[in-house]
T-cell receptor, first 114, second 113 residues
Framework: DGGITQSPKYLFRKEGQNVTLSCEQN?????MYWYRQDPGQGLRLIYY???????QKGDIAEGYSVSREKKESFPLTVTSAQKNPTAFYLC?????????????FGQGTRLTVV | AQSVAQPEDQVNVAEGNPLTVKCTYS??????LFWYVQYPNRGLQFLLK??????LVKGSYGFEAEFNKSQTSFHLKKPSALVSDSALYFC???????????FGKGTMLLVSP
C-alpha cells in the first residue's frame, strides 16, 4: 500500500537527550513536511523540504533539525535545545508541482519527556 | 501572508441534524482551501478541497463545503450528522508564493446520539 509511515508511534525522551523521529513515504512525492501539534494550537510547521538535499525552516524550527538525503525519507531530530518537546508530531508529503494538490499525513509520533 | 480562522473550538450537534463547521481565511491572492479530519491519536485525513470553479465542493463521507469569496469563508457542511463524525476538523489554506499549508486551530465536532 502507498502511504506515509512514521515511527515509532510513541517515544519517550529523557532530559538532555536527542531523539530522531522517522518518516518514510512511498508515494514518490517531492515535498515533505514536519508539523507539531499541541492541544488548542492546531498544527505548526517545523521544517519542510521540496526536493532532495534541500530543506527550509518553518515557523518553529528552533531546537529541531532535519535531513533529506533520499526522496523517500525525511527524519526529524528533536535536540536537547528544544525546551518543551512533549507533543504530537506529524509528517506529511505532497506530490505534483502545483499548489492545489493535497498533503497526505502519517499517523503521528507522540513524544513525551520523562 | 496567509491565515485561517476557525472561530469555534467545539460544535455540538445531534445525530441526524445538519452540521456546519466554520472557516474563514485571509490571503493576498487566490486561495486553495482544504478540509482535513483527525481522529484521536491519528494523522489527518483529507476530506475535500476548493481550487476553482463550482463554489460547492463535495468530498468524502458525505461532507461538502461552500466557498464564498465575498465573505472569505469555506464552511464545512453535512446534511445529516453521524455519531462517527465526531472528530477534530482542520481548515487549511495555500496561496501563490507559499509552498506550505497554513492550518486553523481546529474545531472539535461532537455528535450526540
Amino acid at each position: 500500500d502507498g502511504g506515509i509511515t512514521q515511527s515509532p508511534k510513541y517515544l519517550f525522551r529523557k532530559e538532555g537527550q536527542n531523539v530522531t523521529l522517522s518518516c518514510e513515504q512511498n508515494l514518490n512525492h517531492d515535498a515533505m513536511y514536519w508539523y507539531r501539534q499541541d492541544p488548542g494550537q492546531g498544527l505548526r510547521l517545523i521544517y519542510y523540504s521540496q526536493i532532495v538535499n534541500d530543506f527550509q525552516k518553518g515557523d518553529i524550527a528552533e531546537g529541531y533539525s532535519v535531513s533529506r538525503e533520499k526522496k523517500e525519507s525525511f527524519p526529524l531530530t528533536v535536540t536537547s535545545a528544544q525546551k518543551n518537546p512533549t507533543a504530537f508530531y506529524l509528517c506529511a508529503s505532497r506530490g505534483g508541482d502545483t499548489l492545489n494538490t493535497e498533503a497526505f499525513f502519517g499517523q503521528g509520533t507522540r513524544l513525551t519527556v520523562v | 501572508a496567509q491565515s485561517v480562522a476557525q472561530p469555534e473550538d467545539q460544535v455540538n450537534v445531534a445525530e441526524g441534524n445538519p452540521l456546519t463547521v466554520k472557516c474563514t481565511y485571509s490571503v493576498s491572492g487566490n486561495p486553495y482551501l482544504f478540509w482535513y479530519v483527525q481522529y484521536p491519536n491519528r494523522g489527518l485525513q483529507f476530506l475535500l478541497k476548493y481550487i476553482t470553479g463550482d463554489n460547492l465542493v463535495k468530498g468524502s463521507y458525505g461532507f461538502e463545503a461552500e466557498f464564498n469569496k465575498s465573505q472569505t469563508s469555506f464552511h464545512l457542511k453535512k446534511p445529516s450528522a453521524l455519531v462517527s463524525d465526531s472528530a477534530l476538523y482542520f481548515c487549511a489554506v495555500r496561496t501563490g508564493g507559499y509552498s506550505t499549508l497554513t492550518f486553523g486551530k481546529g474545531t472539535m465536532l461532537l455528535v450526540s446520539p
